[in-house]
């Protein structure tokens, strides 16, 4: 990022920020990735929707697919990832993205194991207890009923 001097002839020098599409910077982004990259800096994860609506005050937008496709862009770029994926949270459609200016995000990842389908030996672990016990327990039922002469 390089600041410039933006106004000349006033008593205060005045300066602005270039932060990409210049001859001064290595960073070319399209107008709707400059938005999206901006929005995240701004006002932090945001789903593509949430994006779509705040983005467009400075690209325009027509739907959802755009975003998510400047989004891939930003993620897989050869000058290295400028967002990332979050792990999806309960209750949401979307997973939230997070730009990367300002280092790794803490909770991204783009495959949580537990949507990937990984299980590890605890959850075998406790799987098998789960069952052991659910036949433990129809087991006393069953043994319940015969008490009481109700099969």
Same mark, same amino acid.
């Given at each position: 990022?390089?600041?410039?001097?933006?106004?000349?002839?006033?008593?205060?020098?005045?300066?602005?920020?270039?932060?990409?599409?210049?001859?001064?910077?290595?960073?070319?982004?399209?107008?709707?990735?400059?938005?999206?990259?901006?929005?995240?800096?701004?006002?932090?994860?945001?789903?593509?929707?949430?994006?779509?609506?705040?983005?467009?005050?400075?690209?325009?937008?027509?739907?959802?697919?755009?975003?998510?496709?400047?989004?891939?862009?930003?993620?897989?770029?050869?000058?290295?990832?400028? +967002?990332?994926?979050? +792990?999806?949270?309960?209750?949401?459609?979307?997973?939230?993205?997070?730009?990367?200016?300002?280092?790794? +995000?803490?909770?991204?990842?783009?495959?949580?194991?537990?949507?990937?389908?990984?299980?590890?030996?605890?959850?075998?672990?406790?799987?098998?207890?789960?069952?052991?016990?659910?036949?433990?327990?129809?087991?006393?039922?069953?043994?319940?009923?015969?008490?009481?002469?109700?099969?």
């Amino acid at each position: 990022m390089v600041i410039e001097r933006a106004g000349y002839g006033s008593r205060v020098p005045k300066y602005q920020h270039v932060f990409c599409n210049t001859e001064f910077g290595s960073l070319k982004f399209t107008p709707l990735e400059t938005a999206i990259i901006c929005e995240l800096l701004v006002r932090g994860p945001q789903t593509p929707g949430e994006l779509r609506t705040r983005a467009s005050r400075m690209s325009e937008v027509s739907d959802v697919s755009q975003v998510e496709a400047a989004l891939q862009n930003l993620l897989s770029r050869p000058d290295g990832p400028f +967002v990332t994926r979050l +792990v999806r949270e309960a209750g949401r459609r979307d997973s939230r993205y997070a730009q990367l200016f300002c280092g790794p +995000v803490a909770d991204a990842t783009t495959e949580p194991a537990a949507a990937a389908g990984v299980r590890n030996d605890d959850d075998d672990d406790r799987l098998t207890r789960l069952e052991k016990l659910v036949d433990r327990l129809v087991d006393e039922v069953s043994s319940l009923k015969k008490r009481l002469g109700e099969e």
